[in-house]
Nanobody, 120 residues
Framework: QVQLVESGGGLVQPGGSLRLSCAAS????????MGWYRQAPGKQRELVAA???????NYADSVKGRFTIARDNAKNTVYLQMNNLKPEDTAVYYC??????????????WGQGTQVTVSS
């Protein structure tokens, strides 16, 4: 089994910054894409940023220039640096990873979610 554990959410004022972290652990042979999604109340879950193991990063238009995704492959960890936060960024943020376990096919895993609230 594979677990994704997120940290770093919280309450921040508009214009502030937060850094989310997500560490994958368990029976991991390799990790393909790692990324972040978010879901605001009453809305569908949407992609925020994704980083394949060997390709270009992908950002939602609404966060381009403000958010940066990064990976530490040695630690099986993905980060999301969020700057110039806006109230519309308020949501539960979920970590996602496509993981190949030992002797297993590629499978998608999700973290438990971490709340980000942007408010004055």
């Amino acid at each position: 089994q594979v677990q994704l554990v997120e940290s770093g959410g919280g309450l921040v004022q508009p214009g502030g910054s937060l850094r989310l972290s997500c560490a994958a652990s368990g029976s991991i042979f390799s990790i393909n894409t790692m990324g972040w999604y978010r879901q605001a109340p009453g809305k569908q879950r949407e992609l925020v940023a994704a980083m394949p193991s060997g390709g270009d990063t992908n950002y939602a238009d609404s966060v381009k220039g403000r958010f940066t995704i990064a990976r530490d492959n040695a630690k099986n960890t993905v980060y999301l640096q969020m700057n110039n936060l806006k109230p519309e960024d308020t949501a539960v943020y979920y970590c996602h990873a496509d993981v190949e376990g030992y002797g297993m096919d590629l499978k998608a895993y999700w973290g438990q979610g971490t709340q980000v609230t942007v408010s004055s």
